[in-house]
């Protein structure tokens, strides 16, 4: 199990540092469509709750300390 999770890490890792605003972008995308999804009405609790927002915040978070630490 921890070997795979080591092996995981390395391919993210190799990933990433090719594509270091890949995790931004991703994050800017999420919080924009949270912005849209406030003026459509009825759209339950995925509007309401702004969760692709905060999502989009941490995500992109993430991506700015791989992008300084790769």
């Known amino acids: 199990m921890g070997q795979k999770l080591n092996e995981l890490v390395d391919r ?3 990933f990433f540092a090719a594509r270091k605003g890949l ?5 800017i995308a ?8 406030q003026f459509i009405p009825n759209i339950g609790w ?3 709750t702004d969760i692709l927002l905060h ?3 941490v995500i992109a978070l993430i991506g700015v ?3 300084w630490a790769l």
């Open 12 to 14: 993210l890792s190799e």
């Open 23 to 27: 995790l931004v972008i991703i994050g």
């Open 30 to 37: 999420l919080v924009i469509v949270n912005a849209l999804l």
């Open 46 to 48: 995925l509007g309401t």
């Open 55 to 57: 999502l989009g915040i």
């Open 65 to 67: 300390m791989l992008a």
